[in-house]
């Protein structure tokens, strides 16, 4: 690795990989019309002047042979700046590509841990570069195992190509173009967003021998603490976008060596022929990162059920659970060094305990304030999340789902309010889930149906108003709220009271106009 920065590995292979000439025509040419950037690419003849009308490497090329269709989507197209020689020579246009050669800069750049030294006099080892036995057996030019690697950078005349020789040492004047036995240094940059994790190349995905508890089947993996690692070589595991894995739980409690099912959709089908090597598998990561790792199930089917078992020897706390559907490629003994592809991880909330007591429930008061609405208390001796479900008095008992979210409460006295209830008596049913994930008895509370009596709907005498307190004068009937008037049971009864109102005003002018007569007849007398 040269560099990490911007969301990008800079990456240059470890060593001389294959044989190609510069250019296949020993003629005047630049980095974007050669054909050893068609050919570690995978341009059409439109690119290049090899040959008559340029050369055609779409069929036979690096890229397509070094990496699978997923690890070239995950290789970044670089903006390759091609400058001229330090003896004028033309680098020709910049150009944008997944695979390129260094340039003569970029191999003496101390920040990409290169000497800057341009002669033979400094110490230029840590460009020295051994050749593979492919390479080897391509005719590399070899001393020692070392060979000489091309650059991209012109060299002077226009018909050479800088190299870096077997001691390390910059050769800017280069060697001819077309010259067959100096080898292929290729160099990419990786989009890190297209890397889920990294493993250690050999051995990084299998557990030690002392490592325990063999996961859903015989053919599965086991899930294992992730060893300490000092080598240099390591092993992507990339995005596949065209995964669609998904699971329902957002967060799962257990015990050290219980077991958690985890419901999941989605996943990539095992199959013995087709897909051998399909697998659910899991992380388990504290604040410091991953700590343990395993391959789960190989799915049956792309909808079902998956059972991790924790390992026994994980500390009480609270961890981060990735879940994710992997084609694991590296082998029984994981030392093919190929790349794996997983799904985008899927996080679940693990709590981790020892703690096997379930909560203890006691029932508290009901009051049934409406048809529609109730209070119910209950008390809990533990913290955690409740649950309840409520049916028609007699019905019967529900089952309580509590895998899912719930009501997070305190230990102590717990008020539930319902306000969508229905006519009649009910029974509500309560469980409580604490943090380990043990889940109480169900607790069975009965709620009475709402008495009202009265064409109005006033509450009887003795129960629960539209305050919440109850009416208990014996023997009379409480008064109309909205009008203050009597009530009588009759709507007729407000005519009545107008009629007597009317008769007894009648009374008194005729009592006043009889007396007012009789005084008339004592002054006539």
Not at 280 to 290: E, K, L, N
């Amino acid at each position: 690795m040269l560099s990490n920065s911007d969301g990008e590995l800079f990456l240059l292979s470890d060593r001389n990989l294959d044989v190609q000439p510069y250019h296949s025509d020993y003629e005047d040419v630049t980095w974007e019309r050669s054909t050893i950037r068609s050919w570690l690419n995978g341009y059409d003849a439109s690119y290049n002047d090899g040959g008559n009308s340029g050369t055609d490497f779409t069929g036979n090329n690096f890229i397509g042979t070094a990496f699978s269709g997923g690890e070239q989507g995950a290789i970044a197209g670089t903006e390759v700046v091609n400058a001229d020689s330090p003896y004028g020579t033309s680098g020709g246009e910049n150009t944008t590509d997944k695979i390129f050669l260094l340039s003569i800069d970029e191999a003496r750049n101390a920040a990409y841990g290169f000497s800057n030294n341009e002669d033979e006099t400094g110490d230029a080892s840590g460009r020295i570069s051994q050749n593979t036995d492919y390479a080897r057996n391509r005719n590399a030019y070899d001393r020692e195992g070392a060979g000489r690697w091309w650059l991209r950078s012109p060299g002077a005349p226009g018909n050479n190509a800088a190299i870096v020789n077997i001691s390390g040492f910059l050769d800017d004047i280069g060697f001819k173009i077309d010259n067959s036995f100096i080898a292929v240094r290729p160099a990419f940059h990786l989009n890190l967003n297209s890397v889920l994790f990294t493993s250690a190349a050999v051995g990084g995905k299998i557990p030690a021998a002392a490592g325990g508890g063999n996961q859903g089947s015989a053919d599965a993996g086991e899930i294992f603490e992730i060893a300490d690692y000092s080598g240099d070589e390591w092993k992507l595991t990339l995005l596949d976008n065209s995964r669609n894995f998904d699971i329902a739980e957002t967060a799962a409690a257990g015990t050290p060596g219980g077991t958690v099912t985890l419901n999941y959709t989605g996943a990539t089908v095992y199959d013995a022929a087709a897909a051998p090597n399909e697998y659910i598998s899991v992380m388990i990561a504290d604040g410091s990162g991953p700590q343990y790792y395993g391959r789960i199930a190989q799915p049956a089917a792309a909808d079902g059920t998956a059972d991790l078992t924790i390992p026994d020897s994980l500390s009480d706390g609270v961890y981060t659970l990735y879940v994710f559907s992997e084609q694991y490629n590296g082998g029984a003994n994981d030392d093919t060094r190929l790349t794996d592809y997983a799904s985008a991880f899927e996080e679940v909330a693990l709590t981790v305990s020892s703690d096997t007591t379930a909560p203890a429930l006691t029932a508290g008061a009901v009051s049934r304030v409406s048809d529609r609405a109730a209070t119910v208390t209950f008390t809990s001796d533990e913290a955690g999340s409740y649950y309840y479900e409520v049916v028609d008095s007699g019905a019967a008992a529900p089952a309580i789902d509590t895998t899912v979210a719930g009501v997070s409460c305190a230990a102590g006295e717990q008020t539930i309010s319902l306000t969508n209830l229905t006519a009649g008596a009910k029974d509500i049913y309560i469980a409580v889930k604490d943090a380990a994930g043990n889940v109480s008895q169900t607790l069975k509370m009965e709620i009475p149906g709402y008495a009202a009596s009265g064409s109005g709907g006033s509450p009887a005498p003795g129960a629960p108003n539209s305050e919440g307190g109850t009416d208990s004068t014996p023997g009379m009937s409480a008064p109309d709220r909205m009008t203050g008037a009597p009530q009588t049971g009759d709507n007729a009864g407000i005519g009545l009271w107008s009629f007597l109102t009317l008769a007894s005003f009648s009374c008194v002018v005729l009592l006043l106009v009889v007396r007012k007569i009789r005084r008339r007849q004592r002054c006539s007398a």
